[in-house]
């Protein structure tokens, strides 16, 4: 481990489930928001739903079937179809929009905040997520995320696993994929990563789904860190 604290610089995070809760904050937020202004859904199942729509929906821009588009966008574009589905359609636009932006309203995991700020106090440390700059600084503001810096991959224009993603974030630090490690609570993302020449540090967040989940429960690959949360990584990362 030595060596590995000795050649790391920076330390990129994903940030959807890994750093945040996206569905415990969504549900929370828009069962008040929907008794304060007569809506009624099943927000669980909302969240779930529209968080499904988020991958088959970077997947167009990744093809190239579609132009670079960012996720804002792509969340608007996804809620508009479930507001239909759930017989929402007396949502006004400023209501759409404020719902849209739940994303950028996310709780931190109880060991987010306090885990980064001891890694930053030796590393540098960044999103490297799909969000886009503005939601991450948002989500950001909101939750106290210590950020050195803000590294959507809008930056790059495409969308994790590309290879332009963990590249891009390497080249923009002016580093060597070997002194960027890739931290998240998702096995895939970090195999790209690895693929990329990047270290990766891995942690399980078991409830980010919801009480049934089955992915992402433990490593499955040997990253080169696998931890209980940020605070453990950061003890692991001698911080």
């Not at 919801?210 to 040997?222: M, S």
């Amino acid at each position: 481990m030595s060596s590995l604290t000795s050649t790391v610089k920076a330390m990129v995070f994903d940030t959807f489930g890994s750093v945040v809760d996206w569905r415990g904050s969504i549900v929370r937020d828009l069962t008040r928001w929907g008794n304060e202004n007569g809506f009624q859904a099943d927000w669980t199942l909302f969240a779930e739903q529209w968080r499904s729509m988020y991958q088959p929906s970077m997947e167009a821009c990744r093809s190239g079937k579609r132009e670079f588009t960012v996720l804002d966008v792509l969340h608007r574009e996804s809620l508009d179809v479930l507001i239909d589905q759930y017989g929402l359609s007396k949502m006004t636009e400023a209501q759409r929009e404020h719902v849209n932006k739940v994303w950028h309203r996310l709780d931190g995991w109880p060991d987010s905040v306090g885990g980064l700020a001891r890694l930053k106090s030796k590393y540098i440390i960044a999103p490297l997520s799909n969000g886009n700059i503005s939601l991450l600084t948002d989500i950001a503001k909101y939750t106290g995320l210590p950020w050195d810096l803000n590294l959507s991959t809008e930056v790059f224009r495409c969308y994790k696993p590309q290879p332009e993603s963990y590249l891009g974030v390497c080249s923009a630090l002016r580093l060597d994929p070997a002194e960027v490690m890739m931290c998240a609570a998702h096995n895939n993302d970090l195999l790209a990563a690895k693929n990329c020449g990047l270290k990766t540090a891995f942690w399980p967040r078991p409830t980010e789904y919801g009480p049934t989940q089955t992915d992402n429960l433990v490593a499955t690959e040997e990253w080169d860190v696998v931890a209980k949360d940020i605070r453990d990584l950061a003890t692991q990362m001698g911080v």
